[in-house]
């Protein structure tokens, strides 16, 4: 606020900022198609670029972080769809975006059609989990609906040997690419589904580009796909690669070697699994004969009270008593044999000289673990005296004298050592030893202490 006038005075910074801040909060981040020229990448790693049309162009910048997600740098005169914000470079009033995500405009395209046959095909229900059919265990036979000279046969067949050789494979041929793709690919399995000849389906496809892999994306294949009795795996592109035949597939896997393992158990895995079933069976059969011959013992036993026998089984229990009260003492009696002789092991077992070499060994231990110290603190003293005796020596050292700024001067001629200076008059070369280095110098003049 100017004090004379009342008026209210704006710096340039102020207004920069102000215009900033009014640009980036009322407008929302935008998408925007153009052509991009200028474009520069500094040490920064930050891109700095035009957006252009035919009437128009506006400056663009993104920051490291965000192109860092972006595959490959853009080109002069590529055609691009942009996310941006609005903003405003302060300290040179510039108007520009702030570039967020950055795509070629043709798959910008294709990616938006994507999303929304995608969002629509949902909302009908489409890829909801209560349509999705299991597909069998163990299949009778398996269809591979896909291109017989591309990789993914060679890879899916490749599996399927590996896992189980035993199933037949039917390959249904099929584009994979093109503008017939689809619609091709929809009547092959509505043949495929009238002829049952398979247990279940596999639509596979090889990796490529969003392209190359739109046939997949195709709205009839989609409901062709939803009117299958078959289940059907899809495993089309790669990882990252979806489609919506994968979303609609009643099981989706990330390649076609994945989708080849879904189809199929291991044939190594089932071989285990039968035999632990056979195994727990055989278990199960033995359990249920030993509770038959309980019950049949107990069934006995039932019969045996009501037999007349048993009169004369209970005559015999004076007998059986008797009998019971022998082995007792007889029990009793080895009891306290094994009872003495156990102590006389023991006692035999402490006059044993392995309990004397046991000490020893104990106490030859023990020593070995105060050895280990002991060495390393005669080792610490013996480092501290050396290291002492190097720090006397080093203050004697004539090289310490030369760290000191102090020099050895010797004839250039043969080495002799200069302690006078008659012993190089005017115009002798000298060689001078520094602390780090040498010195060759001509001698202007000399003069006595």
């Known amino acids: 606020m100017d004090p004379g006038t009342g008026r209210d005075v704006y710096t340039v910074a102020r207004l920069n900022r102000e215009v900033r801040g009014l640009l980036e909060s009322g407008l929302p981040s935008i998408w925007i198609e153009g052509e991009l020229s200028n474009f520069s990448r500094p040490a920064s790693g930050h891109w700095y670029f035009t957006l252009k049309d035919e009437a128009a162009q506006v400056r663009c910048v993104m920051f490291r972080q965000r192109n860092l997600a972006i595959p490959a740098a853009p080109r002069d005169g590529m055609q691009a769809l942009l996310r941006a914000r609005v903003g405003l470079y302060e300290p040179r009033g510039d108007f520009q975006l702030i570039v967020d995500h950055l795509e070629e405009a043709g798959e910008g395209e294709l990616r938006r059609r994507f999303e929304a046959l995608k969002q629509r095909l949902a909302a009908e229900g489409l890829f909801d989990a209560s349509r999705k059919r299991a597909p069998p265990r163990l299949p009778r036979r398996i269809g591979v609906v896909t291109s017989p000279s591309g990789a993914a046969l060679r890879d899916v067949l490749h599996v399927l040997r590996r896992r189980f050789p035993a199933i037949p494979v039917l390959i249904y041929p099929v584009p994979v690419q093109g503008a017939a793709a689809a619609r091709v690919i929809a009547e092959t399995l509505a043949l495929v589904d009238r002829r049952s000849e398979v ?95 309980e019950w049949l013992v107990r069934t ?10 048993q009169a004369v089984a209970q005559n015999a229990q004076r007998v ?18 094994a009872q003495r002789l156990a102590t006389a092991r023991a006692e035999l077992s402490g006059a044993s000289p392995a309990a004397g070499v046991a000490t020893l060994l104990q106490r030859a231990a023990h020593a070995g673990l105060r050895l280990l110290p002991a060495l390393r603190h005669r080792l610490s003293l013996a480092v501290g005296r050396l290291e002492t005796a190097a720090r006397a020596l080093n203050a004697v050292s004539p090289l310490a004298t030369l760290a000191r700024g102090y020099a050895i001067v010797t004839l250039a001629a043969d080495g002799t050592v200069v302690h006078d200076p008659g012993q190089s008059p005017p115009g002798t070369e000298i060689d001078a030893r520094l602390s780090r280095g040498r010195l060759r110098a001509r001698v202007v003049k000399t003069s006595p202490d």
């Open 300 to 309: 006995w036993k039932r019969l045996w009270v009501r037999h007349p026998s």
């Open 320 to 337: 059986d008593e008797l009998q019971g009260r022998m082995n007792a003492a007889i029990t009793r009696g080895l009891g306290m044999r």
């Open 199 to 293: 247990d279940v389906l596999l639509l596979v496809r090889g990796g490529g580009s969003l392209e190359d892999l739109w046939a997949f994306n195709d709205e009839s294949l989609a409901r062709a796909i939803d009117r299958l009795v078959l289940p059907l795996i899809s495993g089309i592109g790669h990882e990252v690669d979806f489609t919506i035949a994968d979303f609609v597939a009643d099981v989706r896997a990330p390649t076609p070697s994945a989708a080849a393992e879904l189809a199929v158990p291991d044939a190594a895995g089932l071989l285990a699994e039968f035999t632990a079933a056979s195994r727990r069976l055989g278990l199960a059969a033995g359990r249920g004969q030993l509770q038959r011959g």
